[in-house]
């Protein structure tokens, strides 16, 4: 966005960046400084000693990848929906679905709990798979629709002039051009499914189905709480948020350079 | 691929949804009176679940690895919650019909209220008579007994029980700097003036979490006169009593003394106070007889490499009566409540197998010894003592003698800690205690608005 | 629309149960809960700490949200511009995100206690006049809830604005250079018009998250000293849970409800005024 061509232009940029930067970086410092005091990296080798680390990542990987395939493709349809398509009283669905934003998960969680009982899913992955996407779907229908209401109207006229029906246009045009908000979204419900903490530990009972973050709470106890291994938990079940978000955002950018639109 | 997806997963997605709402047509809501499951299972095999938010998962271990050299065919699975989850999980999965079989419930407001799902247990006294005779009462501690009561019913096998009431001193650090264990104020300002010109921190309260507060002007209120609180507690004297707020002067006078840490207001009891006393940056703390276990080598290394401390080298820690801050003699007063107890579902399908287990993990010398020596409860069984010889002390010649001697106060105290302490007046004692300590009331006005919140609560 | 039916499905039935909850003085397990009829609203309104929450939250919402928009925007720029190591700065702001206000609770207390990293940090830069005890002053522990949150969402903030402004066609972009616009002035007309769809969506979602703030103040302040970092999200939280009056605390859920979608509502409104007043 930014055109800085020459030098002390280039580094008066860097330094903004860097300046800007420090009250982010400095809690996270303290962060990994905790997780590595104490035992030093003993704070890791024990938390990978829990043993059932492995079933814990198993656990999150499944509930993520279902909750992100469901939220994406109902984000997607209800986005391109709600933004181009002529639906009578869309607007009030539409603030039917985000009224749903405003209820705190707490007050969900004994109707949720009767619910799953109701349908046979309670202690299976379904049973925090649907209510997961269903807390995120008014989320990123909200910012998906801001998005593809950005996409030219023109584009779509084109299509059809050239005998597209709706769902080639959303296939060929919504699709593609909305790829850099894909990314986000992919990466929120990422954030939303692979954190959450109450819905897994309620409505799972399996052990082997619980979700790494449950993993702090080996450490935590009535009456003492082992602060370094739970900053070690935290690290080892980020890093695997920060990677997917990495290789998310490159592929998708990617996507856009290579002329997939325009 | 979109394509495809999209059109294999709309469909039984639509499906489940329409299922849902009328789902949740027929699941209904309020839970209703629960009603006893008729059919109470075998008493010696099969599988039963076990919720709760204490013990740890090693201590847990330990129970049911001891448990099952009795009953080989009873298999228990625990899970543990959080204390700040365990409310919000156990209240809908008590309420359906897949709940535990056998759940942590504990006296008073705090997390798992035995008055609130009391009303969810089975009555275990038939059970306790059976293994106990009919003399069953007086061989339990009796604070166990009566705080996880739900109306006539026994909801509820206490495991142990804490009680609060004593400092704990890093004897360490007071022979480092010559000092000795403080007892009236006068010492405790000159200990604690020591200590900061040492760059030790004295004594660290954790004062956000206000439910510590509580134990703390007990203590003190205890000193300036026994009984007081237990019957402002129980509404025989309004909390206006001039011992309660003299009390409340006392605990404005400890932070303008400077023996309660600067930013005190701004820490947690756990981790933050914890954490300060078990690295050694304070040398007292306000903590009750749950602190036993950080008494041993293994326990109390464990704990301060906790704290983040690298390379952890076990201290001596001892148990000490609250000074005599009012000066009237009134010293040693100890205050507790079961901490824990296995409550039976009366939803369950074994209900007889999970009465095995809370009675004998409640009742049976040998479920009792296993928690005497974790050392994190006085045993519910009065004639259990931890075994000495097998408990490895950091300092065993101090230690043993200042621990007897708790434990054996601990078991002749009847006065409750937070037993009767219902949420709301809890939170209005909590309002006290920290409106006083940050000066945005006098001990009389705040004493007046606490007196004011309790005429409220019925 | 299966999306519609599912939310519609599960999160209206709670709705629902909600409403009727709030019309009791429950417990929450005793068999006989009382109908108080609209009782428990007549109570809110009278509620001095429903107040103070409410005040607190609207605060909270202008600050917050002003930080995290300008901030996250100007990242974003600045993040599209080519600066170097740009992927570490990305990975730094985005981090914050993905970890549990749990965990991050205790550290930033250590932070910001009395002898924490922050009064250290001051002490040693020449600043020590103004190090003091954060959290344990009514005064100094709202900024400091604001400052945690700010921190823990500019992420969200910066991954939408990132992923906003690659939509902005970089011929226009290009066109205003030509015609020698500078950089500011480029970033004020076109950029922030052109991610202001974002700015909308985001501030909606500001005002019902600001309604909902429980974390982070439960967490590191438990609402407190004195109820100085109440929120109406925490407030629920105490009533519902811990002191179980169950039907006062639905009866608070449904005024959160209430006072968030006319809070998204007014942003929507504002936004689609102004967009016709500038033609978009």
Not at chain 1, 58 to 85: D, E
Not at chain 1, 146 to 171: C, E, K, N, S, W
């Amino acid at each position: 966005m930014f055109e800085a061509r020459r030098l002390p232009a280039k580094l008066i940029l860097q330094l903004i960046v860097t300046l800007m930067i420090v009250p982010y970086l400095f809690p996270l410092i303290v962060m990994v400084q905790g997780s590595l005091a104490g035992e030093g990296v003993g704070n890791y080798r024990a938390v990978f000693e829990v043993g059932a680390i492995g079933t814990f990542f198993k656990s999150s990987v499944i509930i993520s990848a279902s909750t992100i395939l469901i939220v994406y493709v109902l984000t997607m349809l209800a986005a391109f929906g709600f933004s181009k398509l002529h639906i009578r009283r869309k607007e009030i669905y539409f603030w039917m679905i985000l009224a749903a934003l405003t209820l705190p998960e707490v007050v969900l969680l004994t109707p949720l709990f009767a619910t799953t009982l109701a349908l046979g899913v309670y202690d299976t992955y379904w049973a925090v798979v649907l209510p997961l996407a269903a807390l995120q779907i008014p989320f990123t229908v909200l910012i998906a629709r801001r998005f593809v209401d950005g996409v030219p109207d023109a584009l779509f006229d084109a299509a059809r002039i050239d005998g597209a029906g709706t769902f080639t246009a959303f296939r060929y045009i919504v699709l593609p051009m909305t790829r850099p908000i894909a990314a986000a979204i992919v990466v929120l419900t990422l954030i939303g499914s692979w954190n959450a903490y109450l819905l897994p530990l309620v409505l799972i009972q399996d052990p082997a189905q619980q979700t790494v973050t449950l993993l702090p709470q080996f450490f935590v106890s009535q009456f003492s709480n082992d602060q370094t291994k739970v900053l070690a938990s935290a690290v080892i079940t980020a890093i695997p948020e920060i990677v997917a978000y990495l290789c998310l955002q490159g592929l998708f950018e990617r996507g856009l350079s290579a002329g997939a639109i325009k | 691929m979109l394509g495809s997806s999209r059109v294999s997963k709309r469909r039984p997605l639509g499906a489940v949804a329409a299922l849902m709402v009328v789902g949740l047509t027929l699941a209904g809501c309020a839970g209703g009176a629960p009603a006893q499951n008729a059919d109470q299972g075998s008493a010696d095999s099969g599988n039963i679940t076990w919720w709760g938010w204490t013990p740890d998962a090693t201590p847990a271990e330990a129970y049911i690895k001891a448990f099952n050299k009795v009953y080989p065919n009873i298999k228990v699975t625990f899970k543990k919650l959080t204390i700040d989850g365990y409310d919000a999980a156990i209240r809908p999965a008590l309420a359906s019909s897949v709940g535990p079989d056998v759940f942590a419930v504990a006296p008073g407001a705090a997390n798992g209220s035995v008055d609130i799902y009391g009303v969810n247990a089975v009555d275990l006294k038939p059970a306790v008579e059976k293994t106990l005779g009919a003399d069953w009462e007086s061989k339990l501690a009796p604070i166990g007994v009566s705080s996880l009561m739900n109306g006539d019913k026994l909801a509820a096998l206490s495991v142990g029980s804490v009680f609060s009431g004593t400092i704990w001193v890093n004897k360490d650090l007071f022979d480092k700097y010559g000092l000795t264990p403080p007892k009236t104020y006068d010492e405790w300002k000159k200990v604690c003036e020591t200590f900061k010109a040492n760059n030790v921190g004295c004594f660290v309260q954790g004062a956000a979490q206000t439910a510590f507060n509580e134990d703390t002007l007990q203590a003190i209120t205890d000193n300036v006169a026994p009984g007081v609180w237990e019957k402002a507690l129980k509404g025989e004297v309004p909390w206006t009593d001039p011992a309660i707020v003299q009390a409340l002067t006392i605990w404005k006078k400890l932070f303008d003394d400077g023996i309660m840490q600067e930013g005190a207001l701004g820490m947690q009891q756990y981790p933050d106070a914890n954490n300060g006393f078990m690295s050694g940056k304070y040398a007292m703390v306000m903590m009750g007889t749950w602190y036993m276990q950080y008494s041993t080598i293994e326990g109390n290394t464990a704990a301060i490499s906790g704290a983040g401390v690298a390379d952890p080298k076990p201290f001596t820690q001892l148990p000490i009566p609250f000074p005599d801050v009012a000066g009237t003699g009134n010293v040693g007063a100890l205050y507790g409540d079961a901490d824990f107890g296995l409550a039976v579902n009366q939803k369950s399908k074994n209900i007889a197998a999970a009465t095995t287990f809370a009675t004998w993990l409640g009742t049976s010398a040998e479920g009792q010894q296993v928690v005497a020596d974790v050392l994190n409860d006085i045993p519910a069984l009065i004639t259990t003592q931890p075994n000495w010889d097998t408990v490895k002390l950091v300092n065993p010649e101090v230690q043993r003698p200042a621990l007897e001697k708790l434990i054996s106060d601990s078991g002749k105290s009847t006065e409750p800690r937070l037993a009767t302490v219902v949420a709301d007046l809890q939170t209005a004692i909590g309002v006290a205690s920290t409106t006083v300590a940050a000066g945005e009331a006098t001990p009389e006005q705040a004493a007046a608005t606490l007196q004011a919140s309790a005429a409220k609560i019925k | 629309m299966p999306a519609f039916v599912l939310v519609v499905g599960i999160l209206y039935y709670c709705i629902g149960e909600t409403g009727y909850l709030s019309t009791l003085d429950w417990d929450g397990t005793s068999p006989t809960p009382t109908s108080v009829g609209l009782g428990n609203y007549e109570q809110i309104l009278q509620d001095p700490i429903f107040w103070q929450a409410i005040w607190h939250t609207v605060i909270f919402f202008i600050v917050t949200f002003t930080a995290q928009t300008a901030i996250g925007f100007v990242f974003a720029a600045l993040l599209h511009s080519k600066v170097k190591l740009g992927t570490l700065y990305k990975v730094i702001v985005f981090t914050p995100v993905v970890i549990a206000p749990a965990t991050m609770a205790p550290v930033f207390r250590q932070m910001f206690a009395a002898d924490g990293q922050l009064n250290w940090t001051l002490d040693h830069i020449g600043l020590g006049f103004l190090s003091q005890p954060w959290l344990a002053q009514s005064s100094t522990a709202m900024p400091v809830i604001m400052f945690i949150t700010v921190w823990n969402f500019t992420g969200l903030t910066f991954v939408l604005y990132y992923a906003a402004m690659g939509q902005i066609d970089p011929e226009t972009l290009e066109a205003a250079r030509t015609d020698g616009a500078s950089n500011i002035r480029t970033l004020v007309s076109i950029v922030w018009p052109g991610v202001r769809g974002t700015t909308v969506a985001l501030g909606m979602l500001s005002v019902i998250g600001a309604l909902k703030t429980f974390d982070v103040p439960y967490l590191v302040t438990i609402g407190g000293p004195n109820y100085a970092t109440e929120f109406l999200g925490t407030y629920i939280y105490r009533i519902s849970i811990p002191s179980a009056h169950v039907g006062y605390g639905a009866a608070l859920s449904i005024m959160l409800l209430i006072l968030a979608l006319v809070g998204a509502i007014a942003v929507a409104v504002r936004a689609n005024r102004k967009d016709s007043e500038t033609g978009v």
